[in-house]
């Protein structure tokens, strides 16, 4: 399985960005994808995620409200629109994915010890 972003890039406070993702290499019906940033000497934070046969989203605290995620189940993508965006959500973006975990429960969603899979990141840097 290989998960490749893309998107990502600079923006003012207040502006929108989305970030994309592809997974590849993946043969079951539906899948677990989620969305992690890291910063320099912190762990990672759970985004959001989303099961791609639609029925099941969260978000993590400081992004619920602003961050949409959303998937293609046929095309294994799953996309973030990141709107108002603050100079703390400057971050390394990471893509994740795995089968089943995320259906658990919204925590373990989050958990980024619920995911198999990784992207190799994409810079989103708000001034």
């Known amino acids: 399985v290989q998960l490749v972003e893309s998107g990502g890039g600079s923006v003012e406070t207040g502006g929108s960005l989305s970030v994309s993702c592809v997974m590849t290499?993946?043969?079951?019906?539906?899948?677990?994808m989620a969305w992690f940033r890291q910063v320099p000497g912190k762990g990672r934070e759970g985004v959001a995620y989303v099961y791609t046969s639609g029925d099941r989203i969260g978000y993590g605290d400081s992004v619920e409200g602003r961050f949409t995620i959303s998937s293609d189940k046929d095309k294994n993508t799953v996309t973030l629109q990141m709107n108002s965006l603050k100079p703390e959500d400057t971050a390394m973006y990471y893509c994740a994915a795995d089968r089943l975990r995320c259906l658990a429960s919204r925590q373990t969603g989050l958990d980024n010890a619920s995911y198999n899979y990784w992207g190799q990141g994409t810079q989103v840097t708000v001034s």
């Open positions: 290499g993946y043969f079951y019906t539906a899948a677990c």
